[in-house]
């Protein structure tokens, strides 16, 4: 063909001018579900789970295509200037390049590790075996080594024996022999000063003796002087101590007879106030009878209002004066319960006073009791041994 004859054939007939509007405008078109089929290894897996395709066809070009007038959506379909189309192949082109290199990557990876786990496997038991050999020919060197020095030591033990025997029975025979002559020198010996010494014997015997009678007597005599003054001393001292504790008793039977006098006083009060109640009661109830009676008169009189009014006014003058009475005794009878309640609670607190002093007294006392027993027990018992010794 002849290209200048072409080019003017294709502008003549205005395909030239076609192709370039057509590049000027949207030339390549795909519907959402064919760019989805085809160009779906492009997207993430965030993305795969949206169910609408045309959304996630907008969202993968958006992502792809930085220029926004490079592509436009329609209702059914999607358009592209001239390029992007070349764009999105190589795109998916390196996406398929990437997912094969990485798919060689792993198998080759497994067929290495499978490859270097048999090698190791087979060094592994190459190794063990080597180990085992040399294990059980250091083990018989051993054996052979143990086997040696057990020859050795007990033929060394059996000769080193035999020359400790040989030297003991020579050591013991000599000690023998000179043993028995020093055994009959001293024998000799004491054959010779047996006699001296049977004198020296009774005679050093006799002047210990002698000696320790001495010392005894000598100790026995100021025993009994040091046990006669210690003795005297302790008797003043029991003396004393019997003093005190006659005169506890006198307090304690004191306090005894204290404690008694008040609580007969408090019985004789307890008797009056008995008595005294006794007489408020009847008082009461004599007063409250006259009170009765007064009101019957008074409610007698009030019929009569014209000619009995001086004998209503003084039946109300005596009423008055018998309420006032009535107000009086009661004061009168709670005053007294209050006075013998305030003088019952003073007895009882000096009575129980009283009883914790005689507690104490009887305490000391038995004490004392205990002291006086045991020192005149000791003393008893002294006075035994001293006369013993004596």
């Given at each position: 063909?002849?290209?200048?004859?072409?080019v003017?054939?294709?502008?003549?007939?205005g395909?030239l001018?076609?192709i370039?509007?057509?590049?000027?405008?949207?030339?390549?078109?795909?519907?959402?579900?064919?760019?989805?089929?085809?160009?779906?290894v492009?997207l993430?897996?965030s993305?795969?789970?949206?169910?609408?395709?045309?959304?996630?066809?907008?969202?993968?070009?958006?992502?792809?295509?930085?220029?926004?007038d490079?592509?436009?959506?329609g209702?059914?379909?999607?358009?592209?200037?001239?390029?992007?189309?070349?764009?999105?192949?190589?795109?998916?082109?390196?996406?398929?390049?990437?997912?094969?290199?990485?798919?060689?990557?792993t198998?080759?990876?497994?067929?290495?590790?499978?490859?270097?786990?048999k090698?190791?496997?087979?060094?592994?038991?190459?190794?063990?075996?080597?180990?085992?050999?040399?294990?059980?020919?250091?083990?018989?060197?051993?054996?052979?080594?143990?086997?040696?020095?057990?020859?050795?030591?007990?033929?060394?033990?059996?000769?080193?024996?035999?020359?400790?025997?040989?030297?003991?029975?020579?050591?013991?025979?000599?000690?023998?022999?000179?043993?028995?002559?020093?055994?009959?020198?001293?024998?000799?010996?004491?054959?010779?000063?047996?006699?001296?010494?049977?004198?020296?014997?009774?005679?050093?015997?006799w002047?210990?003796?002698?000696?320790?009678?001495?010392?005894?007597?000598?100790?026995?005599?100021?025993?009994?002087?040091?046990?006669c003054?210690?003795?005297?001393?302790?008797?003043?001292?029991?003396?004393?101590?019997?003093?005190?504790?006659?005169?506890?008793?006198?307090?304690n039977?004191?306090?005894?007879?204290?404690?008694?006098?008040?609580?007969?006083?408090?019985?004789?009060?307890?008797?009056?106030?008995?008595?005294?109640?006794e007489?408020?009661?009847?008082?009461?109830?004599?007063?409250?009878?006259?009170?009765?009676?007064?009101?019957?008169?008074?409610?007698?009189?009030?019929?009569?209002?014209?000619g009995?009014?001086?004998?209503?006014?003084?039946?109300?003058?005596?009423?008055?004066?018998?309420?006032?009475?009535?107000?009086?005794?009661?004061?009168?009878?709670?005053?007294?319960?209050?006075?013998?309640?305030?003088?019952?609670?003073?007895?009882?607190?000096w009575?129980?006073?009283?009883?914790?002093?005689?507690?104490?007294?009887?305490?000391?006392?038995e004490?004392?009791?205990?002291?006086?027993?045991?020192?005149?027990?000791?003393?008893?018992?002294?006075?035994?041994?001293h006369?013993?010794?004596?």
């Amino acid at each position: 063909f002849d290209s200048k004859r072409a080019v003017q054939q294709l502008r003549a007939c205005g395909v030239l001018e076609t192709i370039r509007i057509s590049a000027a405008g949207y030339p390549s078109r795909w519907t959402y579900p064919d760019f989805f089929s085809r160009y779906r290894v492009l997207l993430k897996k965030s993305d795969m789970t949206l169910a609408d395709k045309k959304l996630v066809c907008k969202n993968l070009l958006e992502t792809l295509i930085k220029e926004p007038d490079m592509f436009q959506f329609g209702k059914t379909k999607i358009f592209f200037r001239a390029g992007q189309v070349a764009y999105l192949e190589k795109l998916r082109a390196d996406r398929f390049r990437s997912a094969c290199i990485r798919i060689q990557k792993t198998v080759r990876g497994w067929l290495q590790r499978v490859r270097f786990l048999k090698i190791r496997k087979t060094a592994i038991t190459l190794q063990r075996y080597g180990r085992g050999f040399m294990a059980r020919r250091h083990a018989d060197f051993l054996r052979q080594t143990r086997a040696a020095l057990i020859c050795q030591k007990q033929l060394r033990m059996v000769r080193d024996r035999r020359a400790f025997l040989r030297v003991r029975r020579a050591a013991v025979t000599i000690q023998a022999f000179t043993r028995g002559m020093f055994t009959r020198r001293i024998f000799k010996e004491f054959l010779l000063h047996h006699k001296a010494m049977i004198i020296q014997r009774c005679v050093r015997g006799w002047l210990q003796r002698r000696k320790f009678q001495r010392s005894r007597a000598a100790a026995i005599t100021l025993q009994c002087a040091f046990r006669c003054v210690r003795a005297k001393r302790r008797v003043q001292q029991l003396k004393v101590e019997a003093r005190s504790a006659q005169h506890l008793k006198k307090l304690n039977s004191g306090m005894e007879n204290k404690i008694v006098q008040l609580q007969r006083k408090m019985d004789d009060k307890s008797k009056e106030q008995r008595f005294q109640n006794e007489q408020l009661l009847q008082v009461n109830s004599s007063l409250g009878g006259e009170v009765k009676l007064l009101q019957k008169k008074l409610q007698e009189v009030s019929s009569l209002q014209q000619g009995g009014g001086g004998q209503l006014a003084s039946l109300h003058d005596e009423l008055q004066r018998l309420r006032e009475e009535l107000q009086e005794a009661h004061a009168l009878r709670g005053k007294l319960q209050e006075e013998h309640a305030n003088e019952k609670q003073g007895l009882t607190q000096w009575v129980e006073e009283l009883q914790k002093e005689n507690s104490l007294l009887k305490s000391e006392k038995e004490e004392m009791n205990q002291k006086i027993l045991k020192l005149t027990r000791s003393s008893a018992g002294q006075t035994l041994t001293h006369c013993c010794n004596v």
